[in-house]
């Protein structure tokens, strides 16, 4: 089958195996660690930590290192309902905010995104060896 226009062989190869569809930011699955809110937050926050943190720990989108920018959006989550309660709901902030938030939890695996995350398959599953298997390791 020809892919990728006038010369034979141009273009995208297929894949081998299963295909890992990971966030761009994640670099490699991480644990799912238990992560303590900051300690320095208001109880609003801190609400909404608890109660978001645990589902983007599982998928592997939050860990040690993303803590101040799941600490933005936690606070994002906290102005969005202050307006929402105001007199500028719907307005052009409001509709900012709603952006903004939806961007962020698509960032931390919180919004359905079309595809599966596959996670990687386990060592034991790896292709049968080649025949020049032992001299690319």
Known sequence: M????RRPGAGRKP??????????????PAPAEPLEPPTDLDPEVRA??????????ARGMLCAGSV???R????????????SKSS??????HRGLLALLMKMETDYGMNPIGRPLVQPAAEASRPAASKLGRFRE
């Not at 933005?72 to 307006?83: A, G, I, K, Q, S």
């Open 2 to 5: 020809g892919r990728g226009g």
């Open 15 to 28: 894949q081998s195996g299963a295909t890992v569809l990971r966030h761009p930011s994640a670099v490699a």
């Open 72 to 83: 933005r959006y936690c606070e994002t989550v906290v102005l969005e309902r202050y307006e």
């Open 68 to 70: 101040a920018g799941f």
């Open 48 to 57: 909404v930590w608890i109660e978001r943190a645990a589902f983007s720990i």
């Open 88 to 93: 500028g709901r719907g307005g052009t902030n």
